[in-house]
């Protein structure tokens, strides 16, 4: 295993500029983060009742009445939370802060003495870690743990990570393998990745240690959720679980014996996660062997083309190799994020681009589409092929909606939307000892260091409507901090500007040279400049010369609108094509084409036509295209089979973005298009 991984900047360093996601992370603070409040306070009528925070002020004895909700509606106000810290950290919200306080006075007065804090078993004095494989506490206290270090490292502000440790140091003194122990681990993951980014931030190897155990038990020996089950006083919160399989929550087999996504897609990419980051911290080649094998076979086989993962409404599960289907697949919002969390984990550890290019291919489709344009409607489940009258309760489609929901009683997904967007600073650069990565074309400044140097840098782009970058990097002194970026605003002690410039000194960069593009230039003037491409980026050096004079990269990609078949293993998608720009998949929707979307097939010999519409969705490159579709003329008796002639009428098509559908009222959606095949 490597010596060394990415490092991720803080997101304090990073002042992101783009026409592109400002706007989405604006809506974050503006809107998203005060209609949330707005939710979980119970104040918006007509949509499903939150009571999380209720719950809260209840079982701190500051209110009077009895727990409402599922046993994880705590997770809620933790996601709320750690979206909260991640706004604050780049922009001061006085607000939003104020607000976040008193949750965290509360939550430290609900908190039981010995660390213990989960507001239903709590209020509804059950036993403790009676039920790990439904009642979802170390879930909960995972969530809690990841809010409690975002606001640290927001804020220094200690009170909600103070909880946080007694909290884990409760779960550290109930769970292990030794004798009164709970020799156990958690139905939901994401304890684990939670109690790894506790270590990184108070060094205590326990946090660490314990989600090793966590990792390593897990699949050992008798299942312990089927041995948990046949005690007397077990009882079933969930119907689904009573012929529970242990498929559902990878614990099946051991960890570092399993080849393929199975289960619970959100259950499985936390998982993932955590064992990505052991693998590093512990050297364990074998866990890492194990996570590229299972990455492999979710991109390979197990992913939509938008980036979605689980393909079955049922239980949201993974199902089997190259199961795609468009129109009843689930493809949950929260998979997507995991998906997209443990991709740049795999990218920190192994310096493959191609990671990046899932991440990438993640914020730009599943996640964007998750949430609607005005920041208060959000989809649970991200289908390809939207038919709105074939949505039918109690059918194999009754999860798919036509148009995003207010809210729901299952509600992990908008606040995990929230603490995404607020925080996709993070995975532009990245920095490993004299090497900075540029993994998003997101335009932004940032001031980084690099031994005891620092460098400003800047991308200019309008991408993904535009394939130009322009890429700046300067070597700071004390007479060039000529940015937005200043010194007494950076809190992260490696952005202290650096006063001695040498005169030997270089900066290596490595820029992602995207999947998608076949052709990737980088020019320093009107030169171009060789590259090596090791591992998915291009590789260059500036001297000392160009750092101090500001020296501009400019890169040129191929990113034209194209068309993009699937494997033929996909039997759904055979013979269709989908349409894409850059990581962008675009859809047709009902709007622009009118009904019966799936009556219409396309030739791919046809030229693209891209468009920029400025007052269209905020503002997107449009794709124009010809097409056919069967008529529906010389069907007026309304037969239902016949072996009549099949006419065609011409079609003129637009395609829009999918992460922007269903923003123009409800109606047919279609990403996978019947092709026409010319000879």
């Given at each position: 295993m490597r010596e060394s991984k990415i490092q991720r900047l803080a997101l304090n360093q990073v002042h992101i500029k783009d026409s592109f996601w400002n706007k989405h992370i604006q809506l974050v603070k503006d809107t998203i983060l005060p209609y949330q409040w707005d939710i979980i306070n119970d104040r918006v009528p007509g949509v499903e009742t939150s009571h999380s925070l209720m719950n809260i002020r209840i079982a701190a004895k500051l209110s009077?009445?009895?727990?409402?909700?599922?046993?994880?509606?705590?997770?809620?106000?933790?996601?709320w939370l750690e979206a909260v810290a991640y706004t604050i950290a780049v922009s001061k919200d006085e607000k939003l802060e104020n607000d976040a306080d008193m949750v965290i006075d509360m939550i430290e007065r609900a908190q039981e003495k010995d660390g213990y804090f989960n507001t239903y078993y709590i209020l509804k004095k059950e036993k403790r870690f009676s039920n790990l494989t439904e009642g979802h506490e170390l879930y909960t206290a995972g969530h809690l743990i990841e809010a409690g270090v975002a606001y640290y490292e927001a804020t220094r502000k200690d009170k909600l990570l103070n909880v946080c440790r007694k909290l884990a140091d409760l779960i550290c003194n109930t769970f292990g393998e030794e004798e009164g122990k709970i020799h156990g681990y958690p139905g939901h993951q994401e304890i684990e990745l939670a109690l790894v980014k506790l270590y990184d931030v108070t060094k205590q190897k326990k946090y660490l240690d314990m989600a090793k155990y966590f990792i390593d038990k897990r699949g050992v020996g008798k299942n312990y959720f089927l041995e948990e089950q046949k005690k007397e006083n077990y009882h079933h919160i969930f119907d689904e679980f009573k012929n529970y399989d242990p498929i559902y929550s990878q614990s099946h087999l051991p960890v570092r014996e399993q080849k393929t996504a199975e289960g619970h897609a959100v259950r499985a990419t936390y998982m993932y996660c955590a064992m990505a980051d052991l693998a590093y911290a512990y050297e364990d080649e074998e866990l890492l062997q194990t996570s590229i094998t299972i990455w492999n076979n979710i991109v390979n086989q197990r992913m939509f083309i938008t980036g979605g993962i689980g393909s079955s409404g049922y239980l949201e599960r993974f199902t089997t190799d190259y199961d795609?289907?468009?129109?009843?697949?689930?493809?949950?919002?929260?998979?997507?994020?995991?998906?997209?969390?443990f991709s740049f984990r795999m990218n920190q550890i192994t310096k493959e681009a191609k990671y990046i290019d899932i991440l990438e291919k993640e914020l730009y489709n599943t996640i964007l589409s998750g949430v609607s344009l005005d920041g208060k409607s959000f989809f649970y489940v991200n289908p390809l092929e939207v038919w709105p009258a074939s949505l039918i309760p109690?059918?194999?489609?009754a999860h798919v909606k036509a148009n995003r929901q207010q809210w729901f009683g299952v509600a992990c997904c908008p606040p995990n939307i929230a603490r995404t967007l607020a925080s996709?600073?993070?995975?532009?650069?990245?920095?490993?000892?004299?090497?900075?990565?540029?993994?998003?074309?997101?335009?932004?400044?940032?001031?980084?260091?690099i031994g005891e140097k620092n460098y400003k840098i800047s991308i200019i782009t309008k991408f993904p409507f535009d394939s130009t970058i322009s890429i700046s990097v300067q070597k700071l002194t004390e007479y060039t901090c000529d940015t937005d970026i200043q010194p007494n605003e950076i809190k992260d002690i490696r952005n202290v500007l650096s006063k001695n410039a040498e005169i030997n000194d270089t900066v290596k960069l490595k820029i992602r040279i995207p999947e998608y593009t076949k052709n990737f230039v980088i020019k320093k003037g009107e030169e171009n400049i060789k590259y090596d491409n090791h591992?998915?980026?291009?590789?260059?050096?500036?001297?000392?010369?160009?750092?101090?004079?500001?020296?501009?990269?400019?890169?040129?990609?191929?990113?034209?609108?194209?068309?993009?078949?699937?494997?033929?293993?996909?039997?759904?998608?055979?013979?269709?094509?989908?349409?894409?720009?850059?990581?962008?998949?675009?859809?047709?929707?009902?709007?622009?084409?009118?009904?019966?979307?799936?009556?219409?097939?396309?030739?791919t010999k046809q030229e693209l036509v891209e468009k920029y519409e400025e007052d269209l969705l905020g503002g997107v490159t449009v794709i124009h295209l010809s097409?056919?579709?069967?008529?529906?003329?010389?069907?007026?008796?309304?037969?239902?089979?016949?072996?009549?002639?099949?006419?065609?009428?011409?079609?003129?098509?637009?395609?829009?973005?999918?992460?922007?559908?269903?923003?123009?009222?409800?109606?047919?959606?279609?990403?996978?298009?019947?092709?026409?095949?010319?000879?």
């Open positions: 009077e009445g009895e727990f409402y909700g599922q046993v994880f509606q705590d997770t809620d106000v933790a996601k795609l289907p468009n129109d009843s697949n689930y493809a949950e919002t929260c998979a997507s994020i995991g998906l997209s969390y109690l059918t194999s489609k996709i600073g993070q995975y532009i650069y990245g920095i490993d000892q004299d090497t900075i990565y540029i993994n998003l074309f997101i335009e932004n400044e940032t001031i980084v260091q591992l998915g980026y291009a590789t260059i050096e500036l001297s000392h010369e160009e750092l101090l004079c500001n020296q501009e990269i400019v890169i040129h990609m191929d990113m034209k609108a194209r068309f993009v078949h699937a494997n033929p293993l996909v039997r759904k998608d055979s013979g269709k094509v989908c349409i894409m720009k850059g990581p962008l998949v675009y859809a047709l929707e009902e709007i622009d084409n009118g009904k019966n979307l799936s009556a219409i097939m396309i030739s097409g056919k579709k069967i008529s529906e003329m010389n069907w007026t008796d309304h037969k239902l089979y016949d072996s009549r002639e099949v006419l065609f009428d011409e079609v003129k098509l637009k395609a829009i973005p999918y992460a922007y559908w269903n923003n123009r009222g409800e109606g047919e959606m279609l990403v996978w298009i019947k092709e026409i095949f010319e000879s």
